[in-house]
Structures are given as C-alpha cells and as structure tokens.
C-alpha cells in the first residue's frame, strides 16, 4: 500500500516557478516509477513527467519540455516537480501517482494540489 500527498501548490503569476512535492508512505515507494499528471476543469487528465524508481530515466509531456523538472529523493520518499517559466496553461489540478512494481501502470494516486497561474 502507498500513500501520497501533494503540497506546494498556490497561485503564481506567469513566467513564476513553483516547487510541487509529493510525500509517499509505504517502503514499496522507492522501488515504482512515479509521475505527475494533471488535470485543468473540462479537459482530460494530462501526462506531464515521470521519472524511475532509480532516477536514471525521466519523460515529460511536450508541453512542459524544458520548463519543467522531476526529481526524487528515494531516502525521504518524496517526489518533486520544479516549474519553471509557468504559463496560465499550466493552470491545473497536480496530481501525483505510483506504478506497479516493474511496470508503467499507475495504481495509487494523491488527492492533488492546485495550481493557479494568472495572465
């Protein structure tokens, strides 16, 4: 069983950063692939990065390429997001989620965190 919880959300002007972290319990945590998805109110949820349970692979969606970073500290259990060059588009519910050991499916998920970037 793995927990997580977001945090670091809030409101932020564009062309603004924001450090999202996701705070996961469970000894499995460090042993999944774990990402980011977000959703923005009437869209589907979006991809936006993932990164190994070594953190020696990381993929991101294409609108957040080059702003956008994912990182883990597998030590702490924690997962980060840092956003750069924040644009009103990026304006959404985060959400972090964990894999399956050894596959890409994502099985457990935060309740998310808002993301506000006004014009």
């Known amino acids: 069983q793995v927990q997580l919880v977001e945090s670091g959300g809030g409101l932020v002007q564009a062309g603004g950063s924001l450090r999202l972290s996701c705070a996961a319990s469970?000894?499995?945590?460090?042993?999944?692939?774990s990402g980011w998805f977000r959703q923005a109110p009437g869209k589907e949820r979006e991809f936006v990065a993932a990164?190994?349970?070594?953190?020696?692979?990381?993929n991101y969606g294409d609108s957040v390429k080059g702003r956008f970073t994912i990182s883990r500290d597998n030590a702490k259990t924690t997962m980060y997001l840092q956003m750069n060059s924040l644009k009103p588009e990026d304006t959404a519910v985060y959400y972090c989620?964990?894999?399956?050991?050894?596959?890409?499916?994502?099985?457990?998920w935060g309740q998310g965190t808002q993301v506000t970037v006004s014009s």
């Open positions: 469970g000894r499995t945590f460090s042993s999944r692939t």
């Open positions: 990164i190994s349970w070594r953190a020696d692979s990381t």
């Open positions: 989620a964990a894999a399956r050991p050894y596959s890409s499916t994502y099985e457990y």
